[in-house]
C-alpha cells in the first residue's frame, strides 16, 4: 500500500527534473555611455563594428578628448575600456574616448580577419594555410586615416592629436609596422607580445630601413611582453627593443618591460594599464617597480 501511495510524488519529481522550466535569463548587459556603429570601409572592402565608450562626466561642448584605439575589440573592448575608466578616477590618466575596431562576427571570421588586417604581408612559414587572408595591413591603415578617424572626430568631441594605438600579437606586429612606416598615425603606442618571428622578422629590417631615412621619431611606446610567454617570442622581443634603443630616435620615448609571471595573454590587462600611465605621465614616469623589470629605455 505505502509503494502505491508513494509512486505518483515520484513520478512528479522525475517530471520536474526532465521538464523543468527554463530559467530567467535576464535583460541583456549594455556598458554605461557605450555605442556600436556598423561602418563600411571601401579600402578594406569588409565592414567593421565601432564600439565606443565616452568618459565619465563627458562634454562634448568643453572639451576634445584624447581616444584610445583597441585592436582585436571583439575580445578585449570591455576590458580596455574599463581600464581607461577607472585610471582617470584616480588622476593616472586622462580621460578618454576608447574605439573599439570589431567585426562582430564569429570566432573564426575574427582569427582570419585579424591576420588579414594586422600583418604587414602574406605569410609564407605559419604555414599559409592557417592565415591566407594575411597581408593587407596597409589596407587596414589606409581605412583608419581615410574612413575610421574622420568618423569618429565627426561624430564625438576627439582630438585628432591625441591618439593610442594597443595591439597585442597580431595586433602588436600591425602597431610596430605602423610605428616605421607611418608613425604619424598615432601618438602614443602600446604594444603587447607583437609577433616579431618568422616571416614577421621583416620587420627588424622595415626598423632598419625607417632608422636609414630617419634620425628622429616623435612618439610615446610602451613595449612589453610576458615572461611566461613562448621563449622564441620573448627572444624576438629582446632583439627588435635592443635594435630600436641602439638607434637612439630623437624624440622617441620607448619603454620596454617584461611582465614575471604574465603569459601571452595574462599581459593584457597588465601591460594596457600601465603602458596608459606611462604614455600619459607628466613628466614621463619611470618604469621602475616590484612587479615589472625594466629592460630598456631611452
Known amino acids: 500500500m505505502k509503494r502505491a501511495r ?9 517530471g520536474l527534473a526532465v521538464a523543468a522550466p527554463v530559467r530567467d535569463p535576464g535583460t541583456p548587459l549594455v556598458l554605461t555611455r557605450s555605442f556600436e556603429h556598423r561602418l563600411a570601409s571601401a579600402a ?7 564600439q565606443v565608450r565616452l568618459p565619465e562626466n563627458y562634454d562634448p561642448e568643453k572639451t576634445r ?13 570591455g576590458a580596455a575600456s574599463d581600464i581607461a575608466t577607472y585610471l582617470p578616477m584616480v588622476k593616472e590618466s586622462p580621460a578618454m574616448i576608447v574605439v573599439g575596431i570589431a567585426y562582430g562576427g564569429t570566432h573564426d571570421e ?17 604555414p599559409p594555410a592557417d592565415f591566407p587572408l594575411a597581408g ?23 582630438r585628432a592629436d591625441d591618439r593610442t594605438l594597443v595591439g597585442l600579437s597580431f595586433g602588436g606586429t600591425f602597431a610596430v609596422h605602423t610605428l616605421f612606416t607611418r ?62 634603443t641602439a638607434h637612439r630616435y630623437e624624440g622617441l620615448r620607448w619603454t620596454a618591460l617584461q611582465f614575471p609571471g604574465e603569459t601571452h595573454i595574462s599581459v593584457y590587462p597588465v601591460g594596457l594599464t600601465r603602458g596608459l600611465k606611462t604614455i600619459h605621465a607628466t613628466p614621463p ?4 617597480t616590484p612587479e615589472a623589470r625594466p629592460v630598456a629605455k631611452h
Open 6 to 14: 508513494l509512486f505518483p510524488w515520484f513520478a512528479v519529481f522525475a
Open 44 to 50: 578594406v572592402g569588409d565592414s567593421y563594428l565601432i
Open 65 to 77: 578628448y584624447p581616444v584610445l584605439y583597441v585592436l582585436d575589440a571583439d575580445f578585449w573592448f
Open 110 to 126: 575574427w582569427w582570419q580577419k585579424r591576420a588579414r588586417d594586422y600583418v604587414p604581408k602574406a605569410l609564407r612559414t605559419t
Open 136 to 158: 593587407g595591413a596597409d589596407r587596414f591603415q589606409q581605412f583608419l586615416t581615410t574612413e575610421l578617424f574622420p568618423f569618429v572626430e565627426q561624430h564625438y568631441a576627439a
Open 183 to 244: 608613425p604619424e598615425l598615432f601618438q602614443g603606442y602600446i604594444i603587447l607580445a607583437p609577433g616579431l618571428g618568422g616571416d614577421k622578422k621583416q620587420l627588424f629590417e622595415r626598423e632598419e630601413a625607417f632608422h636609414g631615412q630617419h634620425t628622429a621619431l616623435a612618439a610615446s611606446v610602451f613595449f612589453a611582453i610576458g615572461a611566461q610567454d613562448k621563449p622564441g617570442m620573448v627572444k624576438n622581443w629582446q632583439a627588435f627593443s635592443d635594435q630600436v
Open 285 to 288: 614616469a619611470a618604469p621602475v
